[in-house]
């Protein structure tokens, strides 16, 4: 064996060698960012997160208005009527509703027609951890994010967590009390049972949907889920019970 030949075997092992330990390296690396989720979520118990969406704004220099409180200050009102508008069964299961997810499977025509079957944990998940959009992955990463958050969080912090992340308006408000103040000018305690159906006919487009100039269609919206309110007062009897 010549020297120019072992020499071109040791650096063909060498290059082999590198290539095996940056794998190595973008395995180590995929594990620990799938995992870390799953390690900050329960210190959301005390801490008071952001959304992916609004520290995506910030970087970027856009508005951000978000004013925390907790459940106590928010009208009941208001997670009754969200629960009614997004996912009914939020008492009732463990962060998935699979028969809602089977329903929307079902009357889709494709992933990406989708509509329904996303629980407040899903959605919470969502923004906590991921990004807007629909595609496989991130509903893949979804579903048991939601299922250990409606664990280690529990119903009612998860719904205190989720009224204050949500995007709630157009120009950058999130969460109940700066969006209760933008629309209505007063706190998110403050709402009336129609002020806080209107705000959760809002939710699936905050962008498009106004309360404080509401169309007939989203005022519509608003009187379905304030009738169910009053049909179905104990719905969010689990916020009551922790």
């Not at 463990?94 to 992933?111: M, P, S, V, Y």
């Not at 629980?119 to 992955?137: D, E, H, M, P, V």
Request: hydrophobic content about 45%.
């Amino acid at each position: 064996m010549t020297a120019d030949r072992m020499g071109d075997e040791g650096i063909g092992s060498r290059l082999r060698g590198h290539a095996i330990r940056l794998l190595w390296g973008l395995i180590i690396a995929s594990i620990v960012v799938l995992l870390l989720p799953y390690l900050i979520a329960p210190l959301y118990r005390v801490m008071r997160p952001v959304s992916t969406l609004m520290a995506w704004r910030a970087i970027t220099g856009q508005r951000v208005e978000r004013i925390y409180v907790p459940l106590a200050q928010i009208a009941p009102t208001l997670p009754l009527t969200v629960i009614l508008a997004e996912d009914g069964r939020f008492c009732a299961h463990h962060g998935l509703d699979l028969h809602g997810l089977r329903e929307a499977f079902e009357e889709a025509d494709n992933f990406a027609e989708m509509r329904g079957g996303s629980t407040i944990a899903q959605q919470t998940a969502k923004n906590l951890f991921l990004w807007q959009g629909r595609s496989y992955l991130r509903k893949a990463l979804e579903l048991p994010l939601a299922l250990w958050l409606d664990l280690v969080l529990g119903k009612r912090r998860l719904m205190e967590v989720y009224l204050n992340i949500v995007e709630w308006g157009p120009n950058g408000e999130f969460g109940a009390e700066a969006a209760a103040r933008r629309a209505f000018g007063k706190a998110a305690l403050r709402l009336s049972l129609s002020e806080a159906a209107l705000m959760a006919a809002v939710l699936p487009n905050p962008v498009e949907r106004d309360p404080r100039r509401p169309g007939p269609g989203l005022r519509r919206l608003a009187g379905i889920y304030q009738g169910r309110a009053v049909t179905f007062p104990t719905r969010d009897a689990c916020l009551h019970k922790e």
